[in-house]
């Protein structure tokens, strides 16, 4: 049964939950366990997409929160239709970007200046709800223009040791759009695309899902806009 998203508002970078400092040091550990963790590749899908709102929105500088090891930013890299012979930065025509992930040292810095739009991919499904408004205000403050969010609505098939699902914050689409909705009250100045994943079944012979993937757009209004769905 899925609830609607209920943060502590005493909550701050400063004074997180215990569970958010718990799971910052297990990811630090996942992270360690090899290159290939966490490398920044879920972005992939998105690649083309979030070009072309980058456009859209005359974007040249970004941060991606959350990013992993980011490695796509440094290296050439395949989409689904075409090998692209050049770093993410120089294919979306770039002037600034910056990489943020508190779970791993290369990348763990809060930026110092804003940045026209902030990436944030497969991230805020790991954070405890108590976090979450601290986490997506952090967002907001760092945009000038837009923000691209992508998030899971459903548990994963993925397990801390303990047992806990590693998507702990699972709600609906509907509950995301209401909660940003919010949250772009004191940011009417910035564009949110949010694509959520919604399961669309499990395959109990295998350890695979299948889900599809819905576009929305909350602008300065806030006004909503559904952009289809993609699987």
């Known amino acids: 049964m899925h609830r609607v998203i209920q943060p502590d508002a005493e909550r701050s970078r400063l004074n997180s939950s215990d569970q958010y400092v718990s799971l910052i040091k297990e990811y630090e550990k996942m992270h360690g366990s090899g290159e290939g963790i966490f490398n920044g590749r879920s972005l992939l899908k998105f690649v083309d997409i979030i070009d072309g709102y980058l456009q859209n929105n005359d974007c040249k500088s970004v941060l991606d929160y959350g990013c992993g090891k980011g490695h796509l930013y440094t290296d050439k890299f395949t989409t689904i239709t075409e090998e692209i012979d050049k ?79 590693v998507h702990i914050s699972v709600f609906t689409p509907e509950y995301w759009i209401d909660f940003l909705t919010k949250k772009s009250r004191n940011f009417r100045n910035i564009v949110i695309y949010l694509f959520a994943d919604v399961l669309i079944k499990r395959h109990e012979d295998s350890d695979k899902i299948t889900f599809v993937t819905k576009g929305f757009k909350i602008d300065h209004y806030p006004r909503i806009q559904e952009l289809g769905e993609q699987e």
């Open 87 to 165: 770093p993410l930065p120089e294919y979306w025509g770039l002037e600034k970007y910056q990489l943020f992930d508190p779970a791993y040292e290369e990348h763990s810095k809060l930026p110092i200046h804003k940045k026209d739009a902030v990436i944030c991919t497969d991230v805020l499904e790991h954070i405890p709800e108590s976090d979450l408004g601290w986490v997506v205000d952090e967002i907001f403050s760092y945009a000038t223009k837009m923000i691209f969010i992508n998030v899971a609505c459903f548990k994963a098939l993925k397990h801390f040791e303990d047992g806990t699902n």
